[in-house]
């Protein structure tokens, strides 16, 4: 019975601590109270703050062009479900978005000195006329910058004729391009040299992606201002 004393005094030297430690908690002053209760059952691993995100450019870039250079990205339509898309300094110039989308050739025309869009249509490459597309790229001035999307079939109507023209704007694999490849192009009126920025991916049974299409192609880059355009 001689123990029960000090026990008391012990429980009670405890219970008055414990009170004084929550009261110091809760009454602490500014960046205590809950936050404080937060960090105790927060682990080291998770307290690691988050790396900040990588910086995007124009057009979605991973770095900014040069001086005197338009930026530009563009993606061929994905089998005959996704649309293509053709974006050029932060705006976009083609998408299913936008409603200026559709089966066969999608083609941007726009001014190389100032980047503006001078004309945007789509020409169905399956049941369409090609002379619709021909009269679009024939009378092309000097220095016209021609972005180009395939979705779906981009080839089975194409002509000698379309092919020319556009091997003139720089293409290489124009010639050939056949029934529901995916081909993405930049090329230019009055271009001396071939576009690097190309890319054309063959329909084949035995690599392709989707059932009946191959994959999706991706371009970006930054295109040189022209010199002239009239």
């Known amino acids: 019975m001689r123990l029960a004393g000090p026990l008391r005094i012990v429980a009670l ?4 601590a414990l009170t004084w430690i929550i009261v110091s908690i809760f009454l602490g002053g500014p960046g205590t109270g809950f936050s404080r209760i937060q960090q105790l059952f927060i682990s080291p691993e998770n307290s690691v703050t988050a790396e900040p995100r990588a910086r995007k450019y124009k057009c979605g870039l991973p770095q900014p062009c040069p001086e005197e250079h338009l930026a530009f990205r563009m993606v061929s339509g994905a089998a005959n479900v996704i649309g293509p898309k053709i974006c050029l300094e932060d705006k976009m110039l083609m998408s299913s978005v936008k409603d200026n989308v559709g089966r066969g050739l999608n083609i941007a025309l726009v001014n190389g000195v100032s980047g503006e869009l001078i004309e945007a249509r789509a020409f169905d490459m399956w049941a369409g006329d090609v002379n619709d597309l021909l009269k679009f790229i024939r ?26 023209l556009f091997s003139d704007l720089g293409s290489k694999n124009v010639k050939e391009l056949a029934f529901r490849d995916s081909w993405v192009f930049v090329g230019a009126k009055g271009v001396q040299n071939k576009s690097p920025f190309e890319q054309h991916m063959k329909n084949s049974r035995h690599t392709n992606k989707y059932e009946g299409w ?8 930054c295109i040189p201002r022209r010199s002239t355009a009239s």
Do not use: I
């Open 139 to 164: 009378p092309l001035h000097e220095g016209t910058l021609v972005f180009v999307a395939s979705y779906d079939d981009p080839a089975t109507k194409m002509n000698e004729e379309t092919r020319k």
């Open 214 to 221: 191959p994959e999706a192609l991706e371009m970006e880059g």
């Open 13 to 16: 030297v405890v219970t008055v």
